[in-house]
């Protein structure tokens, strides 16, 4: 089956930095997907990978490894705005993506 | 501004009644799919559509129902609802390219009592 794994709940300091891991089993890879959602908010697009290698946005990164079927999403300089879920979603040989449960990121001052 | 709009934004439902989740977009997308987020699991594809007048099925296609008249209306159908349907159903669109992202509505919480 496909599968997409990362942490359920994560907590950081504001102003340090953070990864969040995402493993993924899926049939065919057509690019990684981050979205990031706030409690009670609709999704939103961070970043896609398709490539192996590091994609940089301002304080956020993401970064793929296609042969590992891993992911990290990076966040520095972490604001108090920052706390939320953040989703880790795989295009599979269909184009259809495929979802992790959500990693919760818990900033405390 | 452009967007995709969803309604209800929240609703309690008896069991058994039939109600339609509605969804609009305005950005042109061919593209459009319905979501549902239950708590620790991931979102969960019903039904999605890659054009106008043509609809697939998800993983969780059961008890539900789509149609794809026109590019911009995808409304949702449960014709029959039951407890277990208690969800945030969020409707989606995006552009037809393989790296398109996708533009979320802002969900749909509906209760099924």
């Known amino acids: 089956g496909q599968n997409i794994d990362q942490p359920t709940e994560m907590t950081a300091t504001e102003g340090a930095i953070v990864q969040i891991n995402c493993t993924y089993q899926t049939s065919g890879f057509n690019g990684l997907f981050w979205y990031q959602q706030h409690a009670g908010e609709a999704p939103t697009f961070l970043s896609y990978n398709v490539l192996d290698g590091l994609e940089e946005k301002g304080r956020f990164s993401s970064f793929l490894s296609r042969s590992k079927g891993y992911s990290y999403l990076l966040l520095k300089e972490l604001q108090m705005k920052d706390s939320a879920s953040y989703l880790c979603?795989?295009?599979?040989?269909?184009?259809?993506?495929?979802w992790g449960a959500g990693t919760k990121l818990i900033i405390k001052p | 501004i452009a967007g995709i709009t969803q309604a209800p934004t929240s609703q309690i439902l008896a069991a058994g009644r039939r109600m339609t989740l509605r969804c609009t977009q305005d950005m042109r997308h061919n593209a459009m799919y319905w979501y549902r987020q239950d708590l620790g699991l991931g979102l969960r594809l019903i039904h999605y559509s890659n054009t106008a007048g043509t609809t697939g099925k998800g993983e969780v296609p059961d008890g539900y129902s789509v149609s794809r008249a026109n590019t911009d209306d995808f409304p949702l159908t449960l014709a029959s609802a039951v407890p277990s349907q208690t969800s945030v159903y969020f409707c989606?669109?995006?552009?037809?390219?393989?790296?398109?992202?996708?533009?979320f509505g802002e969900g749909s919480r509906l209760t099924v009592l």
């Open positions: 979603a795989v295009k599979d040989s269909n184009y259809q993506l495929i």
């Open positions: 989606a669109s995006s552009d037809s390219a393989p790296t398109g992202e996708l533009f």
